[in-house]
Each structure stands twice: as structure tokens, then as C-alpha cells.
């Protein structure tokens, strides 16, 4: 764990190993926002202003260890990798979203236990090739109050692929369908 200005970094893989550190980083996430938004309810109960935060995930390697010299040491992670989840925190300005990962995170994370939606297909580390980033939206769960999250996530996919496709008018359909959902 790691305060950067007003920003946490926190390590899921180290020092102690852990196989699933992407699934972790994601589910602390998520917590993370679902506490604030029990917070926030208690907060405008009272009048007083609300709380908003950002999270980016990445995975990938770094350097992990102490640093420093004897009189000033501490534990951190460096390397281009662990400046990636910055960016995607403040990339969730520009789609409005609260919580983006890395394709690198997505493709290791245990996608069934949330629900989740690209929003992006870009450049995240110089000379890295493309790839998309995902807005995860909550945890999954029966709970009937999320099939139109489920439901408008998967529309929003479904726009990606066609986007991707080229196939804009039916993306800008699918975009639209899964849109509403999300406002409902």
C-alpha cells in the first residue's frame, strides 16, 4: 500500500504471492465503491457533501521491494506497469465511469463474479500494442435489480464488437439500447 497525493496504489501479488492477485485488485475495488456509496447515502441524509472516487486496475510486472536509502526507506512498486493504473483512474473522467481495468487485469480476473463492459480500445503503455479497457460495473448476483445491468452491459459489448466491425450504425443501436438500460 502506497499514498501518492491523494491517490492509494495498492499490491495484490506482493510480497506474498498470491495466483489470483487480478481477481483481488478488482474485488477490493468494488468494495471500495460500494462502501463509499453507503457512505455517501449517510452523508446526503445529513446534509453534507458527497464523496466521489476513481479506481484503475492494471496488471503486469514491476519492481516490487524496498527502496530508498538507510535513513528513508519504504516499500513500493516501480516500472512502467505501475504507472498504468493512474491513467485508468483518471480516464474515468472522460467516460463517466467510477472503475476501469486493463485488458491484462480482465483477461486474469474470475469475469463471472462481475459484471463488466468495454469502453475503449487504445494505447495504455508506449509501444504496447492496442487493446481495450473495461468499466467494471458492480459485483454479479441474482439480484433482480441487476438484470438491466447485466442486460445493458451486454448491449454495450455487442456495440464494441460492431464498432470495432466498423459496422457504426448498428453500434450506435446497440449503444443506445444498453444506454437506456443503464438510466432506468
Not at 37 to 50: C, D, G, H, K, S
Not at 109 to 124: D, N
Request: with cysteine.
Amino acid at each position: 500500500l502506497e499514498f501518492i497525493g491523494d491517490a492509494i496504489m495498492s499490491i495484490y501479488g506482493a510480497p506474498v504471492r498470491n495466483p489470483d492477485h487480478a481477481t483481488a485488485g478488482v474485488k477490493a475495488a468494488v468494495r471500495m465503491l460500494a462502501a463509499l456509496r453507503t457512505m455517501n447515502e449517510w452523508f446526503v441524509a445529513r446534509n453534507l457533501p458527497q464523496v466521489a472516487i476513481r479506481c484503475g486496475v492494471h496488471t503486469g510486472k514491476v519492481l516490487v521491494g524496498n527502496m530508498g536509502f538507510e535513513s528513508r526507506m519504504k516499500y513500493g512498486a516501480v516500472g512502467e506497469n505501475s504507472n498504468v493504473p493512474a491513467h485508468l483512474e483518471e480516464m474515468n473522467k472522460n467516460y463517466e465511469t467510477d472503475m476501469l481495468i486493463s485488458e491484462a487485469t480482465y483477461s486474469r480476473i474470475q469475469r463471472e463474479l462481475f459484471i463488466i463492459r468495454p469502453v475503449e480500445f487504445l494505447v495504455l503503455c508506449a509501444g504496447a500494442r492496442p487493446e481495450y479497457v473495461y468499466n467494471v460495473m458492480g459485483r454479479r448476483s441474482k439480484d433482480p435489480c441487476l438484470a438491466k445491468k447485466r442486460q445493458g452491459a451486454s448491449l454495450h459489448t455487442e456495440g464494441m464488437e460492431l464498432y470495432l466491425a466498423r459496422d457504426f450504425q448498428e453500434a450506435i443501436k446497440k449503444f443506445e439500447q444498453g444506454g437506456e438500460l443503464f438510466q432506468e
